[in-house]
Structures are given as C-alpha cells and as structure tokens.
C-alpha cells in the first residue's frame, strides 16, 4: 500500500448503490439465513418430527416443530394430489403439492383441522395471529420422483442430477410480517430470535427443507419397506429449496430504506473492519485459501443458461483465478486484507470485487458478526414541519446530486413504468410508450420525484416552512419526509434511475436475494430469477449437535 492511499474508508454510496453492483452481490456471513443458522446452532434448538400422515403418494399432513430456549415453532404442511401440468412458478396459482404455516407454539387438533380447511387455500384462507407465516412449495420435475424411485431400490439418487438441481421442491411465495391475517410483524419483533429481518420466513423455509428430504424418504419407504434406503445426510445436506423470485420484492427496496441502509452499512461497516486488521498469520493466510478454493469450486459448478450471466460466471472464475496466484505472496504484508480488496478494487469484474466481500467476511467471521444487531430498523418518522424551505433544498443538493444528474425529462429516462397487477397479483413493468396503465404507475422513481421536488421549491421563499408548502402541495408530503430523513444516510437509496429503458429489474432482485443468503442466481429473464435457500446448510442434527459445515460455498 502507497502513503498516498491512506486509511481505508467506507466505499462511497455512488459505488455501492448502483444497480449494476447490486446485480452481482453475494451472500454473506451477515446475510439472514446465516444469522438464523448460527443463533439455532449457539442455542442448541432441538428439532421434534410430530406428525408424518402421509399415505404411500405423500399425500396427507406433516408436523414438525423446532424448540429453542424460549419457544417452539411448529410447520403445519398439507400435501394434495396436482396435475404436474398444473405446477407453476407464478403467483397466480390456484394449486399446490404442499402448503404450509408456521404455527407459533405447537397446534392442537383444533389448530390442524381450521389450518387444514384455509392453509391449501393460501391468500384465500383465513389466519390468525397464531400463524406467522404462510407458505406453498411444488416438487421438482427434474428430481424428485427420481429420488424416491431410486431410495425405494435401495439406492441413493444420482450425485450428479441431485447438484444440477440443488433441490427436491420449489417455494412459489412465503408471506409472513402480517400478510392475510397471519401475525403482524410487532406481534414478534421484540422476540430475540426473531429481531432480525426475516427469521420467521427464513425458518419456515429452513422446515419445509428438512420436511422435504422426510417426504421422499417416507415415500420410499412405502413403496418397498425395510429394503428402501434413506437420503445420505451428505445429499440431504446438499440440497436447499428452490425458490421462483419475480418483480414483487423489487419494490421493498425502494419502500424500506430506513431497513435497506441498515443492511448495507452493516455489510460496508463489515469490510471495513476487515480491511483495517494489520498483519495475517500464516495460519489465517492458509484458511483464507482454502475457503478461496471452496469459492472457486463453488464457481465452477455454477452454470446457467442466461448467456449474460453464464460470460459474467466464467469471468468471475478468470478472476478467481488470479486472486489465488496473487495470494501466494501478496497477504504477507501491512494490511493484507486491504491490499486484497484494492488489488480486487482494480483488477476484478463487479462479480470478481462482491465475491472478494463475501470472501473477507467469512473469514473474519468473530470480527464481523457483531454488526448483524443493527440491521433491523423501524419505519421513517413524521415529517418536520418547521424546517425551512432553504434548509430542505441544502439537503437535496447535498445529498441527492445523482437525482439532479439525470436527466429526467429524456425520452429514455422515462421509458418504463411500475405498475401493480390486479390480474397477475404482481409487480409488473411496462413500457410507458407502448402499453397502457402509466395512470396507475407505483411511486419508485425516487430520484426524478426528488429533482421535481427541488424545481418546485424554486418558486418558493426559502424562509417558508416545510408546513406551509405541504399546506398547499401535499402530494409532496412522502418526497419531503423522504428527503429530511434519508438525506444523511448513505446507503438508503438506490442511485439510479428505474425508470430507465437500460435497467434491469433483476439487478434489485440479486441485491436483496444476496441478503437473504441465496445462492444459485438463475436468470430466466431480466424480470425473474431462480434460486437456491439454505443449500450446504447444516441439517437439523447438525444443529443439535453444536456443529456448522462450510456452506456460503456449496458445491459438489
């Protein structure tokens, strides 16, 4: 490192929050589902199979709980008899193989028979606070019945098919956080494991894995008996569950940026202290190369069949490839990790630089895992009446220069719309010049209402306060309270333009999927993407035990 490159610094917003970067982010030890994994194997929740009624098709219920040191959290699952014709990844479904609720406690036999009259009906079903998710998830076509034919002959299912899929069923939509009558998010926000984003969706999701390797053995066991083998914990622990992940989380982003800094400045406040560490052992020198060569291997079996994201794939691998030869001399140094990330900062594609982040996170876990508290956040606060007109302006041009850089009134600037579907239940996006329903477009363009706020206020006296313009303009009031709240957080806005003909939705979906801790981004369109949750996570008696496999890298 040169004198003249100073101290390590945060990265600036301008860097971190442009989609295209947010489009190749990876997971991390801070991203939720390894929260939640770390917290059940600390605590040692112990896992309890309840129910398998389940007939010879896998047709029936499914009860499993998971009790840590305060609660019990139970998986109510109903699985039916569906078509195959009929499986689909959209939300627009009527039919699923199974549905589930996450009951909070264990349900009574009440509790089953009212969940089981609603839980198939999903959003047309009826909940209560006692439910904290709701959740529907198909089989694979590609693995699933292999797998139970294969168990069945007493064998166990193709290695090779079993890694290409990652797999045996396919989530289609979790809601939790109140959605449909089922517990409001404050109903359980001040529970400890819980406080965290998304533990309540991310466990359900962790059940429904663990449900599913128990369905394909059961099914197997009822078609040959003593002579059907079990799924190896080595497979079971590398399959996830599937996920389908379209344009209704894209607009969470731009609707919780108080929760969306909060995750960022977590992850950046993160590499920072990574970076600031003086000197490696030989010993941490060692580890990191050998989670580097997980990372490559994981790259390397990789493959999708967007062209875009298979170029960007096999780029990454080049990359990989020259960090491993340049860590072969180069981490023996003052600041190693900094000189890493600079040397990445320089030479690596985005794909290259997120998984350098994802790499020095992981290694530097007891250093890290502590900023994991702050990455929960409330909603944004009242408006301020009594600022000045001046004073809102000073904000914006302080802080929203990359709003006013854009040109906003270009044709291409303006080319897309975001609108809900009534007929889809979705988030869809339409071209503003060519299709209908630009009357009903959904408030993302953030950064246009910004510079459109500004030109307003122009015309104004600055010493006029923030009430009388809203007395008078209060279509303004959510710019306004955006604007007075957000301004001095850096990483709470995403800095680019959605409404531009050039953007790709799927880059929001990646950013927000990587927090979750997916992986296994597969492209179908610049509009949906598959995925895979939980996959090389320790099972449940991992879990018991006290014990967590390597698993942000899982591969073959």
């Not at 992940?245 to 977590?266: D, E, Q, R, S, Y």
């Not at 000073?394 to 270009?410: F, K, R, T």
């Not at 953030?446 to 009430?467: F, T």
Request: one cysteine or more; glycine letters at 8%.
């Amino acid at each position: 490192m040169t004198a003249a490159e100073g101290a390590p610094q945060l990265r600036p917003p301008g860097e971190v929050m442009r989609l295209e970067r947010m489009g190749a982010s990876f997971p991390t030890r801070l991203s939720f589902m390894r929260q939640l994994v770390r917290r059940m194997i600390r605590e040692r929740w112990r896992f309890e199979r309840l129910r398998l009624d389940l007939d010879h098709n896998g047709i029936g219920r499914t009860l499993h709980a998971v009790h840590g040191p305060h609660r019990t959290y139970s998986l109510v699952g109903f699985s039916g008899s569906i078509d195959p014709r009929e499986r689909t990844d959209r939300v627009i479904a009527n039919v699923w193989d199974t549905t589930f609720s996450l009951f909070d406690g264990v349900p009574g036999a009440a509790d089953i028979e009212r969940l089981e009259a609603n839980t198939p009906r999903q959003e047309a079903g009826r909940f209560r606070a006692s439910e904290l998710v709701l959740a529907r998830a198909n089989r694979s076509g590609r693995i699933f019945d292999h797998a139970v034919e294969r168990l069945a002959s007493g064998r166990q299912p193709r290695r090779d098919l079993m890694d290409e899929v990652g797999y045996l069923m396919r989530t289609t939509a979790v809601y939790g956080s109140g959605k449909f009558g089922c517990a409001d998010r404050d109903r359980i926000a001040g529970r400890d494991e819980l406080r965290a984003p998304f533990q309540a969706e991310l466990l359900a999701v962790y059940l429904i894995r663990w449900m599913s390797v128990d369905l394909v053995n059961h099914m197997a066991r009822q078609r040959s008996g003593h002579e059907a083998a079990e799924l190896s914990e080595d497979l079971a622990r590398a399959l996830g569950i599937g996920n389908a992940t379209g344009l209704g989380m894209a607009p969470f982003l731009v609707k919780h940026p108080l929760l969306i800094n909060n995750w960022v400045m977590a992850r950046e406040s993160a590499l920072l202290r990574v970076r600031k560490v003086e000197r490696a052992t030989p010993q941490a020198i060692r580890e990191f190369r050998d989670l580097l060569d997980d990372a490559r291997r994981h790259v390397a079996a990789w493959t999708v069949d967007d062209p875009e994201q298979s170029a960007r794939i096999s780029r990454l691998g080049d990359d990989l490839s020259h960090l491993d030869t340049w860590c072969k001399n180069g981490l023996d140094c003052e600041r190693p990790w900094d000189a890493l990330w600079r040397l990445a900062s320089r030479h690596l594609s985005l794909e290259g630089q997120e998984m350098v982040v994802a790499l020095l996170l992981e290694h530097q876990g007891a250093l890290v895992d502590g900023l994991c508290e702050a990455m929960s956040s409330g909603g944004l606060p009242a408006v301020k009446p009594a600022m000045p007109l001046g004073d809102l302006i000073g904000l914006i041009d302080d802080h929203y220069g990359w709003a006013l850089s854009i040109d906003h009134a270009a044709r291409e600037s303006r080319q897309r719309f975001w609108y809900y579907s009534e007929e889809k239940l979705e988030p869809r996006v339409g071209d503003r010049y060519a299709e209908p329903g630009a009357d009903m477009e959904m408030a993302v363009a953030i950064g246009r209402d910004v510079a459109m706020l500004r030109a307003r206020l122009m015309d104004h006296d600055r010493l006029e306060s923030v009430a009388d313009f809203l007395l008078a303009a209060p279509e303004w009031r959510s710019t306004v309270r955006r604007v007075q709240h957000l301004a001095h957080l850096p990483y709470a806005e995403i800095r680019d333009n959605l409404l531009a003909a050039d953007r790709r939705p799927l880059d929001i979906l990646r950013f927000k999927l990587a927090f979750f801790g997916a992986n296994g981004f597969d492209p179908k369109s610049a509009l949906w993407t598959r995925v895979t949750l939980f996959q090389g996570a320790p099972l449940p008696g991992d879990i018991s035990d006290g014990t967590e496999p390597q698993w942000l890298f899982p591969h073959p």
